[in-house]
């Protein structure tokens, strides 16, 4: 009996010894299963905030978007600007703060004074890839290959490509043809491969594309598009925009003047008002998001004097996004 009894105490032992880490593991257990259940939790209430954010900004750019129509159907329009002062609104896409938004801030840029994709020289384009950090060699290629793809002929510039390249290298073919939208550069051949986001994001401020219209406005142009266009130096690009920070150019050899340059315009082309297309941007500084579309005027219909398309909205990471004024101006709500 006593070699028994001592038996069933060391067995009661052993399974005591057993039982505290089963219940240690269990807890463990529970104790993961609670971790992962209340970062789920947070992770969905992180995105429900990140949603209702972002519908917020909507309805804000929505807003600000129909006050800016608003303006450029209903009040005059000269060289730099739209509307009388004290309410104008400068056409340059300096920013303004949103009067019913504080976390938002928007901007009107006469698209004249944009470099256009489907007018401009491969020059002017390469100058303006260059003045982002692209190397000159690849901003060389890419102005050819950008050339082609929207040219309508099957002839392949020095560093361009055409169809059978884009086949070979497993992409879609090029429209061959005038792009519609300024993001459409992405399917050029090595545009991924040679320009960075933060390249693009740099660029995308300065393009547009409209086959409709070769007009260009040096009043509201800024400076890289100056650059890029007319083959100025920074230098040159600066002192005329400082000096139409005093008066609008009246010609283009007046603008020229300023820069120092011997500039001669085509006589059927214009140079110092704007196309009546305007590139609305409206900004949340904390959250990255931006909102994008165009206001067109057509004040020969009266149905129609101002519409809105090419809406877009975008999350840039916080190295892409924009520098903010200090003390903007607050963007003025139109007297209805």
């Known amino acids: 009996m006593p070699a028994t009894a001592t038996r069933l105490r060391t067995l009661n032992k052993a399974r005591g010894g057993f039982v505290?880490?089963?219940v240690l593991a269990v807890v463990g257990v529970v104790a993961l299963v609670l971790l992962a259940t209340i970062s789920a939790l947070?992770?969905?209430?992180?995105?429900?905030?990140?949603?209702?954010?972002?519908?917020?900004?909507q309805q804000t750019a929505l807003s600000l978007e129909a006050d800016a129509m608003f303006l450029a159907?209903?009040?005059?329009?000269?060289?730099?600007s739209l509307g009388v002062d004290p309410n104008s609104v400068s056409l340059d896409g300096r920013l303004y703060a949103a009067s019913d938004a504080p976390d938002a801030f928007v901007s009107l840029q006469d698209e004249g004074g944009?470099?256009?994709?489907?007018?401009?020289?491969p020059q002017a384009f390469e100058r303006l890839l260059v003045g982002a950090g692209v190397p000159q060699a690849s901003a060389s290629g890419l102005a050819d290959r950008l050339a082609d793809a929207i040219d309508p002929d099957d002839l392949k510039r020095a560093g361009g490509a055409e169809a059978q390249d884009y086949v070979s290298a497993g992409q879609p073919p090029p429209p061959n043809g005038p792009f519609r939208r300024a993001d459409q550069v992405f399917?050029?051949?090595?545009?991924?491969?040679?320009?960075?986001a933060q390249q693009w994001s740099r660029l995308r401020e300065s393009l547009t594309v409209d086959p409709t219209t070769a007009a260009v406005n040096v009043n509201t142009a800024p400076p890289p598009v100056l650059e890029a266009l007319f083959g100025l130096t920074a230098e040159q690009a600066g002192r005329a925009a400082a000096r139409r920070a005093q008066a609008p150019f009246a010609s283009l050899e007046d603008f020229g003047r300023a820069a120092g340059v011997a500039l001669v315009g085509d006589s059927e082309r214009v140079y110092t008002f704007p196309n009546g297309r305007f590139a609305l941007k409206v900004v949340d500084p904390s959250s990255g998001w931006i909102a994008r579309a165009r206001i067109v005027l057509s004040p020969q219909d009266p149905d129609r004097p101002a519409w809105v398309e090419e809406r877009s909205l975008q999350a840039l990471p916080p190295a892409q996004r924009p520098d903010l004024p200090l003390h903007a101006a607050v963007f003025p709500e139109p007297t209805r």
């Open 20 to 22: 505290l880490p089963a």
């Open 42 to 57: 947070d992770g969905l209430t992180r995105e429900a905030s990140a949603a209702v954010r972002r519908a917020a900004f």
């Open 73 to 80: 159907a209903s009040t005059p329009l000269n060289s730099t």
């Open 114 to 121: 944009l470099l256009n994709l489907d007018a401009a020289s």
């Open 187 to 196: 399917g050029v051949l090595g545009w991924r491969e040679f320009v960075s």
